[in-house]
C-alpha cells in the first residue's frame, strides 16, 4: 500500500507540493522523461514565502531521481514487451532464398 503524503515530515510534503509544481521535461526525440525544469524554482519558492530552501530542494531533487528512476524502468519494460510482441508476431528472423530460374 503506497504511503499518503501526510506519512512524511512538512519539508518533504513541501518538496512534493514543489516538485508538482514544476513543468516536465522530455527528449523531442525518443519521448523519454528527463525530469523536471527546475528554472521556475526560485521564482516558486518567492510566491509561497518558503524558508528552509536547502531542505526543501533536496527532498525534491531525491524524489525527482526516484521519478526519473521508475519512468525509465516503465519504458525499459515497455520496450522489451513490444519486442516480445514483435516476435510472436512473426517478427523474429527473417530468412531470404536466392532462387534462380
Known amino acids: 500500500m503506497p504511503l499518503d503524503s501526510s506519512a512524511f515530515p512538512e519539508e518533504v510534503q ?47 531533487k531525491i524524489y525527482e531521481g526516484i521519478v526519473v528512476n521508475h519512468k525509465a524502468e516503465e519504458a525499459e519494460n515497455r520496450r522489451k514487451a513490444e519486442q516480445r510482441k514483435s516476435k510472436a508476431a512473426g517478427g523474429g528472423k527473417t530468412y531470404t532464398h536466392n532462387v534462380s530460374g
Open 14 to 60: 513541501v518538496a512534493f507540493f514543489v516538485f508538482g509544481l514544476l513543468p516536465d521535461r522530455w527528449d523531442g526525440m525518443s519521448g523519454t522523461y528527463l525530469g523536471k525544469e527546475w528554472s521556475s524554482l526560485e521564482y516558486i519558492f518567492k510566491i509561497y514565502d518558503l524558508d528552509d530552501v536547502k531542505t526543501i530542494l533536496f527532498f525534491a
